[in-house]
Nanobody, 121 residues
Framework: QVQLVESGGGLVRPGGSLRLSCAAS????????MGWYRQAPGKQRELVAT???????NYADSVKGRFTISRDNARNTVYLQMNSLKPEDTAVYYC???????????????WGQGTQVTVSS
């Protein structure tokens, strides 16, 4: 059973930093793209950043230059370093990964349970 477990959320003041982690486990053969999404109260879930297995990254315009996504393929883990945080970054952050559990099967998209990030003075 594939699981994605996030950690690292919390309360931080504007201008501060947080680092989120997401570890995937459970019968994994291969992981393609991994990413982070977020959902603020009353808003739709939106893309924050993605990273391919080769390390190619993509960011939402709102976080470019402040957030950095990275991954450790040996540990099946993706990270999100968030600097210069703003109140508008407040949201539940979700980890996402395209995972194959079979040598001959395709990839499915899995989601973590979410971790709350609150930016407030």
């Amino acid at each position: 059973q594939v699981q994605l477990v996030e950690s690292g959320g919390g309360l931080v003041r504007p201008g501060g930093s947080l680092r989120l982690s997401c570890a995937a486990s459970g019968g994994i053969v291969s992981i393609a793209t991994m990413g982070w999404y977020r959902q603020a109260p009353g808003k739709q879930r939106e893309l924050v950043a993605t990273i391919t297995r080769a390390g190619n990254t993509n960011y939402a315009d709102s976080v470019k230059g402040r957030f950095t996504i990275s991954r450790d393929n040996a540990r099946n883990t993706v990270y999100l370093q968030m600097n210069s945080l703003k109140p508008e970054d407040t949201a539940v952050y979700y980890c996402n990964a395209e995972i194959s559990t079979s040598l001959f099967g395709g990839y499915r998209t899995y989601w973590g349970q979410g971790t709350q990030v609150t930016v407030s003075s």
